[in-house]
């Protein structure tokens, strides 16, 4: 089987909800992504075979295809250039990665971007249904869901919290966690680590145009009483908004090539693809299952936990890297070594990408091997994907 290689990854520097991206149109600021790493790469954009972008809330300024959209609002792709707009929740733009090296890998293509998009202040998650309901047009629970799982609304805060009673976590673990986050992405900005992997977006200030290249949410001088002392999601419960993702506004965009492709446009490989794996376990605890799908991944891949150098877990919310660490025994020095979504934001359809850009650059910058990113998602599903450094 054909080999799958990552020539870069790149993505958008977060925006809070109503923040510096909120003035630019989804579709603008996925088409910045695609372009900045057409530009980056140097790749011939008549080249590629397909754009496979991840968008899970597509409605209203994300509807009608946005992945074909963005190509045609991109200033480097050709109007001949395919793109398809996919939905696995949070792991979309990972699905996307994954999907474009399958293509690659079967030999089908031999250049495929894989990105994502979401912009939570423009289009509010959920609104994709939640319109629709209020509107008397179906629910998306049918008669047949309804029968296997009665009176359910599979609820991620509730999954969060069963994740919190089954491993035994208190809240002030969570809140430690969410510190570390906030620390950890902090210590990165300041150091410039996040500079090899940002695309510059331009926005409107009172002052004129500026570049946005810095991540909106971090706290720089983050508490453990001011986290602490955030409300409860629910009373009785122990989650809280600073021990949760945040809502994010970005894009991202990874270049995955064959060999021949590489050598055909003279391209230089950051890693490849070693492993992709997709499972799915409980819909009801639902944001447990990256637990389950690294064991099978690392078992693929002939690989112990120890192997990888780094590690990227989305942080949803505390409790799902913290229960990841717990049942693979992996180093949590290892892990979100730049910060994760708690501090960074988590824009939903553009997070696989995002943390592959992450997880590639970080992993250059520290001389690392292999690298292992893993999503929970809505519906029980989890992707993994293991990448060895060239």
Same mark, same amino acid.
């Given at each position: 089987?054909?080999?799958?290689? +990552?020539?870069?990854?790149?993505?958008?520097?977060?925006?809070?909800?109503?923040?510096?991206? !909120?003035?630019?149109?989804?579709?603008?600021?996925?088409?910045?992504?695609?372009?900045?790493?057409?530009?980056?790469?140097?790749?011939?954009? !008549?080249?590629?075979?397909?754009? +496979?972008?991840? *968008?899970?809330?597509?409605?209203?300024?994300?509807?009608?295809?946005?992945?074909?959209?963005?190509?045609?609002?991109?200033?480097?792709?050709?109007?001949?250039?395919?793109?398809?707009?996919?939905?696995?929740? *949070?792991? %979309?733009?990972?699905? $996307?990665?994954?999907?474009?090296?399958?293509?690659?890998? /079967?030999?089908?293509?031999?250049?495929?971007?894989?990105?994502?998009?979401?912009?939570?202040?423009?289009?509010?998650?959920?609104?994709?249904?939640?319109?629709?309901? @209020?509107?008397?047009?179906?629910?998306?629970?049918?008669?047949?869901?309804?029968?296997?799982?009665?009176?359910?609304?599979? %609820?991620?805060?509730?999954?969060? =919290?069963?994740?919190?009673?089954?491993?035994?976590?208190?809240?002030?673990?969570?809140?430690?966690?969410?510190? @570390?986050?906030?620390?950890? #992405?902090?210590?990165? &900005?300041?150091?410039?680590?996040?500079?090899?992997?940002?695309?510059?977006?331009?926005?409107?200030?009172?002052?004129?145009?500026?570049?946005?290249?810095?991540? =909106?949410?971090?706290?720089?001088?983050?508490?453990?009483?001011?986290?602490?002392?955030?409300?409860?999601?629910? =009373?009785?419960?122990?989650?809280?908004?600073?021990? %949760?993702?945040?809502? *994010?506004?970005?894009?991202? !965009?990874?270049?995955?090539? /064959? =060999?021949?492709?590489?050598?055909?446009?003279?391209?230089?490989?950051?890693?490849?693809?070693?492993?992709?794996?997709? &499972?799915?376990?409980?819909?009801?605890?639902?944001?447990?299952?990256?637990?389950? $799908?690294?064991?099978?991944?690392?078992?693929?891949?002939?690989? %112990?936990?120890?192997?990888?150098?780094?590690?990227?877990?989305?942080? #949803?919310?505390?409790?799902?890297?913290? $229960?990841?660490?717990?049942?693979?025994?992996?180093?949590?020095?290892?892990?979100?070594?730049?910060?994760?979504?708690?501090?960074?934001?988590?824009?939903?359809?553009?997070?696989? &990408?995002?943390?592959? !850009?992450?997880?590639?650059?970080?992993? @250059?910058?520290?001389?690392?091997?292999?690298?292992?990113? &893993?999503? *929970?998602?809505?519906?029980?599903?989890?992707?993994?994907?293991?990448?060895?450094?060239?």
């Amino acid at each position: 089987m054909a080999t799958a290689y +990552i020539v870069d990854a790149v993505r958008s520097a977060g925006g809070k909800r109503g923040g510096k991206l !909120a003035g630019i149109h989804p579709v603008d600021l996925a088409a910045a992504s695609l372009d900045h790493l057409i530009g980056r790469t140097g790749i011939d954009p !008549a080249a590629i075979d397909d754009v +496979i972008m991840g *968008c899970v809330t597509q409605a209203g300024q994300q509807a009608m295809q946005v992945g074909r959209n963005a190509v045609l609002a991109s200033k480097q792709l050709p109007q001949s250039t395919p793109a398809v707009t996919i939905d696995r929740q *949070c792991g %979309s733009s990972q699905q $996307a990665i994954q999907f474009a090296a399958q293509a690659v890998m /079967s030999g089908v293509q031999d250049v495929v971007i894989a990105a994502g998009i979401e912009s939570m202040s423009r289009v509010p998650m959920g609104t994709n249904a939640m319109f629709h309901m @209020k509107e008397g047009l179906g629910h998306y629970k049918s008669d047949g869901l309804e029968a296997k799982y009665p009176g359910i609304m599979f %609820s991620q805060f509730m999954g969060a =919290e069963m994740i919190v009673k089954k491993h035994g976590f208190t809240k002030d673990d969570l809140d430690r966690f969410a510190l @570390k986050s906030h620390q950890n #992405a902090s210590a990165a &900005t300041h150091a410039g680590a996040f500079k090899a992997e940002l695309v510059p977006i331009e926005i409107d200030t009172p002052e004129g145009k500026v570049l946005h290249l810095i991540d =909106e949410g971090i706290r720089m001088d983050a508490t453990l009483e001011g986290i602490a002392g955030v409300k409860l999601v629910s =009373e009785g419960g122990t989650i809280t908004a600073a021990s %949760s993702s945040q809502i *994010c506004d970005g894009s991202s !965009a990874a270049l995955v090539v /064959s =060999e021949a492709a590489l050598k055909r446009y003279g391209l230089t490989p950051l890693a490849r693809i070693h492993t992709l794996t997709v &499972t799915a376990g409980d819909p009801v605890i639902m944001l447990e299952e990256p637990l389950f $799908a690294t064991d099978k991944a690392l078992q693929r891949a002939g690989l %112990s936990i120890g192997d990888i150098d780094l590690y990227e877990v989305n942080e #949803a919310f505390a409790p799902v890297p913290l $229960a990841w660490l717990k049942h693979t025994g992996a180093d949590p020095e290892k892990l979100n070594v730049n910060g994760g979504a708690i501090a960074l934001g988590h824009p939903l359809g553009a997070s696989g &990408t995002k943390l592959m !850009a992450t997880l590639l650059h970080a992993l @250059k910058a520290r001389g690392g091997k292999y690298g292992l990113q &893993t999503m *929970c998602e809505g519906g029980g599903v989890a992707n993994v994907t293991i990448i060895e450094m060239c």
